[in-house]
Every structure is written in C-alpha cells, then in structure tokens.
C-alpha cells in the first residue's frame, strides 16, 4: 500500500502546475477525449459544486486577474491537505519539518514530495485515503475524467476498439476498464489491477498507459 500512496502523491505534484494554471478562466485542460453522457454531465456538475474553505487559514492577498473559484478552492483545500502530511510524516519520522505555506503560496509540491519520501510504515493506512482523494480531485478539476467516458481508442492488447471506459469503482478508485467483448489479458506488470475479471489502470498508471498507446499506434503506421 505504501508503493500506491507514493504514486499518488507525486502524481499530484506532477499535475500540481496544471491545476495552478487552470484556476485562471480559459486556460486549456490537459486534453481527454470525452464522451459524455448526461449522467456523467450531471455527476460533474454535482461534483464541481464549490466546496466551504476556512479562508482565514491562508490570506491569498489582492488579485487584479479573475480567477475559477472552484479550481481556487481545490487548490487550497489540497494545499492544506499536503501540508498536514507532511506535518504529520515529520511529527512521526523525527525529520526537520517543512514551514508552512505562507500568504499567496500555492505550491503544495515540496509538501507532497517530502511525505512521498518520508512516509512511515505507522501513517500508511491513514494517508491512504488522504492521497487517493487528492489524485480524484485533481483529475476532475483537470476535466481528466468522468464516470462513464468512453475513451475512442484502440486497446493495444485486445486490440477492440473504443473499449475502454472511466470507471468510478468500489473504494472510490477513479480508473480505467478495458471492457471489450474479447479475451483482454495484459502481462501482469502492465495492468494495476483486476475487476470483474477485467484490467484495471487507476488514475496513477495512465501516463505509463499513454506511452502503451502511443508506441501501438507507431507500430501501426510502420506496418502500414
């Protein structure tokens, strides 16, 4: 589980950059193909609904430039959500901690990376469902899935086309499910896990994903 947990928090530091960029109107989201259905548009909407956040914990200061309140207030709240890891990984490891962020700082990176790298076996089961919420807030504010978005690809191991589909799974794991009429049976160090007897990529694994389809579809056009 620890494996896991360190994935995710540097998956959101990874990404962190995107989503300081997207808090400003009409800045591009990384791109997805989407299609959705309008039960996905609904589940969307319900989740972008802006969430309460104690402002008096960090005064961002004046602003001439508007600002996407919603992506704002994801920024803060996982901003605070970074520093209490880290926090807690130093109050546990005995490691000088980190200071906290202080008036109009956004970067929740170096307190992603330092929990990622000093995480305790003693926190692991407590950071898990901290970091996994992370990568799922990140994702939808980035626009990077839905529930039920069908991705208009080629599996390269199936080989069916358009078979892939975000799925919201048991345990709040946002991931994507080959889920194609054919046998689909990815060598095992490729494939994050199974469900229903089908492979699974959590948020975490799709960049390795993304260089699976991209290599297929090269080989494709030199076959051709």
Known sequence: MREEI???????????????EARLPGTPRPWRQMDLTPEAIAERDEQARIER????LLTLGASPAPVDVTIL???????????????????????????PPGPGELDARPYLL?????????????????????VDRVAH????VYAGQRLDVTCPWCRQEAAWRVRDLPGGMIAIVCESGAVCEPP?????TWWGGRPVWPVQD?????????????RGRIAS
């Open 6 to 20: 360190v994935a995710d928090l540097k998956w959101v530091a990874e990404y962190w950059p995107d989503l300081l």
């Open 53 to 56: 956040f104690e402002r008096s």
């Open 73 to 99: 207030s994801t920024v803060l709240d996982l901003l605070v959500h970074a520093d209490d890891l880290a926090a807690a990984v130093a109050h546990t490891t005995g490691d000088s901690p980190l200071p």
């Open 114 to 134: 330092y929990a990622a790298r000093r995480l305790p076996d003693d926190l692991v089961e407590w950071a898990a469902p901290t970091a996994r919420q992370m």
């Open 141 to 144: 504010a980035l626009s990077m």
């Open 188 to 192: 095992a160090r490729e494939v994050g």
């Open 206 to 218: 799709w960049a390795r994903l993304a260089r699976h389809l991209q290599a297929a579809e090269e």
